[in-house]
């Protein structure tokens, strides 16, 4: 089973000192580094751009790909550097890509207490992951981990005012008089690196 960094650093060290934590995860982050490698097979965004940027030979990519996707790979994969087969995002400075089946464990070591997180809230674990990591949509993978974090809904008190009553809006006389949209989002990934889906109705007539 896989263990991330800290948690490898406090069963090898048996105590809770954040100074020999930090130690024992520099020394454990070579392993780390490896499984940052494997995941990134996995990821759907991230693997492709591994895949075009690495020694793959340029007949083995027609031979999977079709025109459009190759150009679509090719474009995104502007943005990106692969150094020793670990891929790093030049806008925002050279951050490690991290693959989808790492994130948690990166936000998790950014926003427990283990290693001084204190359970932070949604802005500063995004700028303390952000100083290191890239992935897409950093920020909702934060939201998503904060907002289902037992400890913050036990423990810290609500600070926003209190939610109004649920009142129907008005129905419409006219057609087109007003249009509703919703956003369903968090979805799985398709092909063409599309997650959500945008409905448009019209209260009227459905």
Same mark, same amino acid.
């Given at each position: 089973?896989?263990?991330?960094?800290? +948690?490898? =650093?406090?069963?090898?060290?048996?105590?809770?000192?954040?100074?020999?934590?930090?130690?024992?995860?520099?020394? %454990?982050?070579?392993?780390?580094?490896? &499984?940052?490698?494997?995941?990134? !097979?996995?990821?759907?965004?991230?693997?492709?751009?591994? &895949?075009?940027?690495?020694?793959?030979? +340029? !007949?083995?990519?027609?031979?999977?790909?079709?025109?459009?996707?190759?150009?679509?790979? !090719?474009?995104? %994969?502007? =943005?990106?550097?692969?150094?020793?087969?670990?891929?790093? &995002?030049?806008?925002?400075?050279?951050?490690?890509?991290?693959?989808?089946?790492?994130?948690?464990?990166?936000?998790?070591?950014? &926003?427990?207490?283990?290693?001084?997180?204190?359970?932070?809230?949604?802005?500063?674990?995004? %700028?303390?992951?952000?100083?290191?990591?890239?992935?897409?949509?950093?920020?909702?993978?934060?939201? +998503?981990?904060?907002?289902?974090?037992?400890?913050?809904?036990?423990?810290?008190?609500?600070?926003?005012?209190?939610?109004?009553?649920?009142?129907?809006?008005?129905?419409?006389?006219?057609? =087109?008089?007003?249009?509703?949209?919703?956003?369903?989002?968090?979805?799985?990934?398709? +092909?063409?690196?599309?997650? =959500?889906? %945008?409905?448009?109705?019209?209260?009227?007539? !459905?």
């Amino acid at each position: 089973m896989y263990t991330s960094p800290t +948690e490898q =650093a406090v069963a090898l060290s048996g105590v809770l000192d954040p100074v020999n934590v930090v130690e024992l995860r520099i020394s %454990a982050s070579v392993e780390w580094l490896d &499984h940052v490698r494997n995941g990134y !097979k996995e990821d759907a965004i991230f693997g492709p751009v591994v &895949h075009y940027l690495s020694d793959q030979s +340029e !007949k083995d990519n027609k031979k999977n790909t079709d025109a459009k996707q190759r150009w679509r790979i !090719k474009e995104r %994969a502007k =943005a990106y550097t692969l150094k020793e087969d670990l891929l790093f &995002h030049t806008p925002s400075g050279g951050m490690l890509c991290i693959p989808k089946s790492l994130r948690s464990d990166v936000i998790r070591e950014a &926003h427990d207490p283990i290693l001084g997180g204190g359970h932070m809230g949604t802005a500063k674990t995004a %700028a303390v992951v952000g100083s290191q990591y890239h992935w897409r949509k950093m920020t909702d993978s934060n939201v +998503e981990w904060i907002t289902g974090c037992d400890v913050c809904h036990r423990v810290k008190h609500k600070n926003a005012r209190p939610y109004g009553l649920l009142q129907a809006l008005p129905i419409p006389l006219e057609r =087109a008089e007003r249009v509703n949209i919703d956003f369903v989002t968090k979805l799985p990934m398709s +092909e063409a690196g599309y997650d =959500a889906v %945008a409905t448009i109705i019209d209260p009227l007539t !459905k």
